[in-house]
């Protein structure tokens, strides 16, 4: 193992690969058959299991498992990436981001607090803050598709099974399911309220 090691807390096992120039910074756990490739920095607090990690990819604080990253990504702070996901060269998996049994195309985004659960994203796809892939209906899981350039807007529930075509927009706060063509605009929001003085009596307000 030719990697450059920060700190003293770093298990490595004797089945992974790690090339030379990597930098593995304490405290930092990679097991099974992992291989972690030329440039790649593993920052404070990662754990890679039975995982691919690409090229010049910097992993922050974040759990890899039985994946697969591909070249120049960022991942984390605090990132849960699940058995079974394939994430595609120059993308950006987030802090709070969850992905499970999940595809994502080279350069999709997906930079903070969403879940994204048995999907296959085309390329460059934008998945906002607080985005979910609500894939189970309390019986069974479902999968969704998005299609390349598509872009699904902050707090939007992708309802499953789904099919959003390339170049789609889904505005912040809407609830989507069945099937979107591309470049459709999808918009679903409740009308807003607005009652003068109801906030009397509520709260602090007295």
Do not use: W
Request: proline share 3%; net charge neutral.
């Amino acid at each position: 193992m030719g990697a450059e090691v920060f700190g003293r807390d770093i298990y490595v096992s004797r089945t992974s690969i790690v090339a030379c120039g990597v930098q593995l910074h304490s405290p930092c756990h990679i097991s099974g058959e992992s291989v972690i490739c030329a440039g790649a920095k593993l920052l404070s607090g990662c754990t890679v299991a039975d995982s691919y990690i690409g090229e010049n990819c910097v992993v922050e604080a974040s759990k890899v498992a039985s994946s697969r990253i591909g070249r120049g990504c960022t991942v984390g702070p605090y990132a849960d990436i699940r058995p079974g996901c394939t994430v595609g060269d120059d993308c950006r998996i987030g802090n709070f981001v969850e992905l499970k049994n999940a595809v994502l195309g080279a350069g999709c985004k997906a930079a903070h607090l969403a879940y994204i659960g048995d999907a296959r994203l085309g390329a460059r796809v934008n998945v906002g803050c607080g985005v979910v892939f609500a894939n189970y209906d309390g019986r069974q899981k479902a999968r969704t598709y998005v299609g390349d350039n598509a872009f699904i807007g902050c707090n939007s529930n992708i309802v499953a099974p789904a099919d959003i075509g390339c170049g789609a927009y889904i505005a912040a706060g809407t609830t989507l399911g069945g099937s979107l063509p591309g470049m459709a605009l999808a918009v679903s929001r409740a009308p807003l309220n607005i009652k003068p003085d109801g906030a009397a009596g509520r709260y602090l307000n007295e």
